[in-house]
Every structure is written in structure tokens, then in C-alpha cells.
């Protein structure tokens, strides 16, 4: 079967730096995504990997490899607004997205 | 451009109603899917489409149908509602599925079936 993990939630302290975690089992692979989703809201586009390596963008960066079936966002200077669940996805041999559960991520002052 | 609608936002309906979600992108994207979400669980592909006219089934298609008679419009229909249907239900559309191609979604519609 199909699997995506990821810790159901994490806290950290504003103007800190977090990582969230994300290990898949899938039928093939064609790229990995991460969404943000705040609470009551539609989750938002934050990243794509499809090559091993570290994609940086502003304050979020992520992280694959492949060979390890492994993903991390990595998120700095967070700030209050960083308060979302981040959700995991991995695009099939199929081109479907199969969705991890999600990372609520907690900030506290 | 408004992106991805959904009407309605909210809904409650009594066990064995039918009711139909409408989901309208303006981005004359090629590609569009029902999900749903529920606690706990990643989002739960229903029904996808890769161009008007077409559709096919996802993850968990039991009880749904869809249409795609515009482009630019997705239907969902529940024709006869169960409680096991109360979720959080998301359209999103893309350009393409393949490769790099992030999807947009719509506001939701929050749905409980009593």
C-alpha cells in the first residue's frame, strides 16, 4: 500500500527554526509537494522537490532524497502567522497525489 | 481572476437527501478534483477530470458522481447522503497532472450529513 507519515503535531517558539518531517512508501515517484493550511482555510502551495537536494525559498526551505523515501521542510524566523498544518504530498507512478495527514504546527511567543 | 469557487460554503443535510457541490476556476486550467477531508486523515481523493467531458474515479469514489459538461465547472452530487459523507470536501484544478504542476483549491464546503 501507499503511505505517507508525518508527526501529527509540533511546537515551537517564534523566531525559532523547525522541521517537519515526511517519510513516504509509494508506487513510483514524480515529485513531492508541501502545502501550508491554516485552520478553516484551503491549503496553499509552499514547494516542490523532485531531485535529491535542498530547495530554498525565503524563510522555508525542503529537503529530499529519494533513495531514503524522505522529505523535510525546514521553516526559520517563524513567526506567529507560521501557524498552519503543513501537509505532505507525493505524486505517483500514476500522477495521483497521495496526501499525508499533516503537521499541525503550534507557535508560541 | 477569483481562482477556485465553491458553493456552498456550508450544508446540513438529513440522511437519504441528495444535494449537489458547485466548484468554478477561471484559470482555464485542464484538470480538476473533488477531495475530501476528514480529521486525522490526509485529503481523500474523490473524482478527477483531465478535460470537459471526462471523469474518473479516485480513491474513494463510492457514493459520488461528478460532471464535467464546462470547463471551467465541476459537479459533485450526493444522491442519497449518509452520515459516513460528513467532511470538509475541497476542489482544486490544475494546468496539467504531470510533474511540476501545483493544484489551487477552492474555500471548502463543510458538510455534515445528520
Known amino acids: 500500500g501507499q503511505n505517507i507519515d508525518q508527526p501529527t503535531e509540533m511546537t515551537a517558539t517564534e523566531g525559532a527554526i523547525v522541521q517537519i518531517n515526511c517519510t513516504y512508501q509509494?508506487?513510483?515517484?514524480?515529485?513531492l509537494f508541501w502545502y501550508q493550511q491554516h485552520a478553516g482555510e484551503a491549503p496553499t502551495f509552499l514547494s516542490y522537490?523532485?531531485l535529491d537536494g535542498l530547495e530554498e525559498k525565503g524563510r522555508f526551505s525542503s529537503f529530499l532524497s529519494r533513495s531514503k523515501g524522505y522529505s523535510y521542510l525546514l521553516l526559520k524566523e517563524l513567526q506567529m502567522k507560521d501557524s498552519a498544518s503543513y501537509l505532505c504530498?507525493?505524486?505517483?507512478?500514476?500522477?495521483?497525489?497521495?496526501w499525508g495527514a499533516g503537521t499541525k504546527l503550534i507557535i508560541k511567543p | 481572476n477569483a481562482g477556485v469557487t465553491q458553493t456552498p460554503k456550508f450544508r446540513v443535510l438529513k440522511t437519504g437527501q441528495s444535494m449537489t457541490l458547485l466548484c468554478a476556476q477561471d484559470m482555464n486550467h485542464e484538470y480538476m478534483y473533488w477531495y475530501r477531508q476528514d480529521p486525522g486523515m490526509g485529503l481523500r481523493l474523490i473524482h478527477y477530470?483531465?478535460?470537459?467531458?471526462?471523469?474518473a474515479k479516485g480513491e474513494v469514489p463510492d457514493g459520488y458522481n461528478v460532471s464535467r459538461l464546462k470547463k471551467q465547472n465541476f459537479l459533485l452530487g450526493l444522491e442519497s447522503a449518509a452520515p459516513s459523507q460528513t467532511s470538509v470536501y475541497f476542489c482544486?484544478?490544475?494546468?496539467?497532472?504531470?510533474?511540476?504542476?501545483?493544484?489551487?483549491f477552492g474555500p471548502g464546503t463543510r458538510l455534515t450529513v445528520l
Open positions: 477530470s483531465v478535460g470537459e467531458g471526462t471523469t
Open positions: 522537490n523532485v
Open positions: 504530498a507525493v505524486l505517483d507512478s500514476n500522477y495521483q497525489l497521495i
Open positions: 509509494t508506487s513510483g515517484f514524480n515529485g
Open positions: 482544486a484544478s490544475s494546468p496539467t497532472s504531470v510533474s511540476y504542476n501545483e493544484q489551487f
